[in-house]
């Protein structure tokens, strides 16, 4: 984190202000840039743009050369999914400074891939935290448990260090994500998962009349993630629904698509979508399909959930995807 003392020009009288009201380093007062003219009222406009470049320069997020945005992005964190298989499509896994987007129907195994994203960051970076914001009460301390003691880690130590959110409607769910920077700077946080984002939307905004309301709630709720994946170097990992789409001619996988529509379209990267399927013997297996990425091509992985949550796919005794 950068001291909000390296913003030039930022008087005492402001910096006490903001200190008072949660923002003690750059990383903040760029999070929380819509809210400083609120804030800090007797600071002019045009001083206060000053400030915020400023600290977008700290954080080489203001005019920089593309050469020094590559330093930038070779500083990202890579988690792994717990597949091989997967990792391979995701350019090594799921990188920080994005909000990876995994989607499907119920049942395919959504909160076992964020669950053994997490297992995996937190037995990766031992002395720092993850957030785990449950919407659909998805989340089973049994289950993390699990997942983390047979992969062979400590999960009390895993537990320890997840920070469990419940939220119970949209509003709940967008206040905690616009104080989340506290919990991040605080308990030095890594990653962020939620399980299953649109759930509360879909609950309360309900039809046509609502759906520009709704929309626009989703679009604050995903700006705020992608700014704080960016501005911390994070991860956020989230979980989402699907919608049927009746056709008069059936396609394979054409008449499913995620919720959320352009906007969350969008804001997203990469997307991931996930079926069922079957593998040899009549295993049962998931296939994940990379639905949009900037950076990644169109790729399929094969892997399978276990009581070890994501697992590369055993063939002939060996797990395929391993070295």
Known sequence: MTPLEKIKGLGKSFLSVLKGNGIKTVEAF????????????????????????????????????????AEVEKSQIVFSTGSNALNAILGGGVHSMYV????G???????????????EGLAKYKDRTAIYIDCEKTFRYDRISEIASLRGYDPNDIL????????????????????????????????????????HLRAEFLGREMLAERQHMLLRILKRLQSLASIYNIGVVISNQVVAVPTQTFTPFGDIKATGGHIMAHHTEPRVFVRKGTGKAGVSVRIARIEDSSWLPPAEATFRITERGVEDVKSGGVEVGKD
């Open 30 to 69: 760029i999070y929380r840039a819509d809210e400083l003219g609120d804030l800090l009222p007797d600071l002019p406009q045009h001083k206060l743009t000053e400030l915020t470049i400023e600290a977008l320069r700290l954080k080489r997020r203001w005019m920089v050369p593309a050469s020094e945005w």
């Open 100 to 103: 990876a987007e995994f989607f």
């Open 105 to 119: 129907e119920y049942g395919v195994g959504k909160s076992q891939i964020l669950n053994t994203i997490m297992v």
């Open 160 to 199: 320890n260090r997840t920070v469990l959110i419940r939220t119970e409607h949209t509003t709940d769910l967008l206040e905690v994500i616009k104080r989340l920077y506290l919990t991040v700077e605080a308990r030095k946080s890594v990653l962020v998962v939620c399980d299953s984002l649109i759930s």
